[in-house]
């Protein structure tokens, strides 16, 4: 039976069945037609690698269709990276799948081909690991990074000192505060609670919640990841179509069942309006610098939708406006 997709359930982490020369580290790097962003990825890794028996480096590649990535891996590592090509392309969350159950190491960091991470992410995440035994996941400070690498935003602290979250599900429960580029988690985390599921945007924001709920999670303030925004990510493709939202509100009903029965309302309405909130300023962003006034639109009716309240509704009169106006000024009107 071929696998679909986009699982309902979240798929099933085998437990590894030879536990003996286990390294400590596996950095899983799942691509598909980034092969213009591959080689600073990777090469943000081997600059800080640790030795091969204590590292495991692996790129999982769906089946890409822009460049010869297994040569470019080759070139760019001299063998010391592993590299899996699917036979076809299962899409992201299976070859996420495929990143975790390939993994040796106890601690996972999934790092897409066209993320990076700066000199000092492993040993800071080393750190918090040895020091806060319990924890099922820790994080670092982030950035996001243009595709030139210019930096075009860096991510409020979550807290100023590096330690473990207090009250963390209630916070991650209500808005999306970080990258996949800037986690890792323990593989017996994974071999718990499955792997990624449902939807292709939003999925790791399900998963943050999911861990939260049963693990404690540590951060530093240190910013040592970079997440890239480009048009070719999966964030900019479902913005253009309005999937981003549709699935945004499965996984805000998904996160419900992860939160005590007495605060899943609150928390519901609250995730609600900071995701309305954000696509509102998505929706004007994208109007501002692209003109694009049908995906604008979209964003912001949509937004509106998903949480009917003053702030939303007066952003979203004030994007209708501006195209009104601006399509009566143009010429022959």
Request: net charge positive; charged share 25%; glycine share 4%.
């Amino acid at each position: 039976m071929v696998n679909e997709r986009t699982p309902k359930f979240p798929p099933i982490i085998e437990p590894l069945k030879d536990l003996s020369n286990r390294p400590r580290w596996s950095v899983m790097i799942p691509t598909y037609n980034c092969s213009k962003y591959l080689k600073a990825c990777l090469e943000s890794v081997l600059v800080q690698a640790k030795e091969i028996q204590e590292m495991q480096i692996a790129v999982v590649d769906d089946f890409s269709t822009d460049d010869h990535i297994e040569e470019l891996v080759n070139k760019i590592s001299m063998g010391r990276i592993e590299f899996y090509r699917q036979h076809q392309n299962v899409g992201s969350l299976r070859n996420f799948e495929t990143c975790i159950n390939k993994s040796r190491g106890e601690l996972i960091h999934i790092l897409h081909g066209d993320d990076l991470v700066k000199p000092g992410f492993y040993i800071e995440i080393e750190q918090l690991f040895i020091k806060y035994s319990s924890i099922g996941a820790a994080f670092t400070g982030l950035s996001n990074i243009d595709k030139n690498g210019k930096v075009l935003v860096n991510y409020t602290p979550v807290q100023q000192h590096a330690g473990i979250i207090k009250n963390w599900l209630m916070k991650i429960a209500k808005r999306q505060l970080l990258q996949t580029c800037s986690i890792v988690v323990k593989r017996k985390v994974y071999e718990e609670l499955g792997g990624f599921f449902a939807v292709h945007y939003g999925e790791d924001w399900e998963m943050w919640v999911r861990i939260a709920s049963k693990f404690p999670v540590a951060y530093t303030p240190q910013n040592l990841a970079l997440y890239r925004v480009h048009n070719n990510n999966i964030s900019t493709k479902y913005m253009s179509s309005g999937q981003n939202i549709r699935d945004i509100k499965k996984v805000i009903n998904i996160t419900q069942n992860y939160l005590p029965k007495e605060i899943r309302k609150e928390i519901k309405a609250q995730a609600k309006k900071n995701f309305a909130i954000y696509y509102m300023f998505k929706a004007q962003k994208i109007y501002r610098l692209e003109q694009k006034s049908v995906i604008a639109l979209k964003q912001a009716t949509a937004a509106f939708m998903l949480s009917i309240n003053k702030e939303t509704l007066i952003s979203l009169l004030k994007i209708f406006v501006k195209i009104l106006i601006n399509q009566k000024s143009k010429p022959g009107r």
